[in-house]
């Protein structure tokens, strides 16, 4: 995520009330999370397993909370919470703003574009043409919509990520400054959430259908012209690619890639990536003619058993 506009290194450490090691004077034109962060970036580490990966990053600028040796062309900010320091800078950037209208002034809405009774569309939301939006539909601040998109009853766009993170004294949630992005020729269930990126982008590709109450984590990128069916829960930074077909009540693990053309099974469960081209099912979820061979394999084990213990006797 960009800053509106760029900051000084020492801007950055006044505002999380930190230390600068290094240029001062050089700027920061946005914040990410490590999978998203590019150059010109502050990102954070808080943990010693993560420290060199961090520092290692296209990142320009950590925030982290342990002296360490910084690398070439790289400054950093000393923080004792840098996770608080993160959420501080994402509560500065882009600060809830309290609606005053069921649909915000700010919102831009294209020609054509049908929105029911109910539904409530949030700051700075860009709306295509020749939408349906139905009645009680939530679309949150800075979400984006396409051309051609339906939205069913009671879909929230834009939610926060379920992410937080254990203290001793409870969990600390980790805020959000992502948006949702919903390409063209979408279609979304009834009750469907959608949550944003953290500070990048969720995104829904053009032409996918999604069934209703299904579930799309955060910074998930879902391609074109997928198909995911009733109560699919996706979880955050997940990649399911172009043509892929999730049939009811799939789950799917973070941090995982789905190929292309690749189709789960229904009730299936993914925790690992898998490859496309392929048909899926089981939890965890193996290939189906594997499935089928171990579950053959498995109703022979009561004979098998009979058979030890007439052995036995």
Not at 206 to 235: S, W
Not at 238 to 255: G, Q, S
């Amino acid at each position: 995520m960009d800053f509106k506009a760029p900051h000084t290194l020492s801007d950055i450490a006044d505002i999380v009330k930190g230390k600068v090691i290094g240029n001062s004077d050089a700027i920061v034109t946005g914040l990410n999370e490590l999978h998203v962060v590019r150059k010109g970036d502050i990102t954070f580490v808080d943990h010693p397993k993560y420290y060199k990966k961090v520092l290692e990053s296209k990142a320009s600028f950590v925030i982290i909370n342990k002296e360490v040796e910084v690398p070439n062309g790289k400054s950093i900010i000393l923080h004792d919470a840098p996770m608080d320091a993160f959420n501080t800078l994402i509560e500065y950037s882009r600060p809830l703003v309290p609606a005053s209208d069921m649909i915000s002034e700010t919102a831009e809405i294209g020609e054509g574009t049908v929105i029911q009774p109910g539904t409530f569309v949030g700051n700075n939301v860009k709306i295509g043409k020749n939408c349906i939006i139905h009645a009680n539909v939530s679309i949150y601040d800075n979400s984006v919509i396409g051309d051609n998109v339906v939205l069913h009853s009671n879909a929230v766009i834009g939610g926060d990520a379920y992410y937080f993170q254990r203290r001793k004294e409870g969990f600390v949630k980790f805020l959000s400054a992502g948006k949702v992005i919903i390409e063209n020729n979408v279609e979304i269930g009834a009750s469907c959430t959608i949550d944003k990126g953290v500070t990048g982008d969720t995104i829904i590709g053009e032409g996918t259908k999604m069934d209703n109450q299904c579930q799309i984590g955060h910074d998930t990128v879902i391609g074109k012209h997928c198909l995911i069916g009733a109560f699919a829960a996706i979880a955050g930074v997940t990649v399911i690619e172009d043509e892929v077909i999730i049939w009811a009540r799939v789950a799917i693990n973070k941090d995982l890639v789905i190929g292309k053309k690749a189709v789960i099974m229904a009730t299936s469960a993914v925790d690992k990536s898998i490859e496309g081209n392929k048909v899926y099912m089981g939890s965890p979820v193996m290939e189906v003619r594997q499935y089928w061979k171990h579950f053959a394999s498995l109703k022979k084990v009561p004979e098998l058993l009979r058979k030890l213990k007439s052995l036995e006797k």
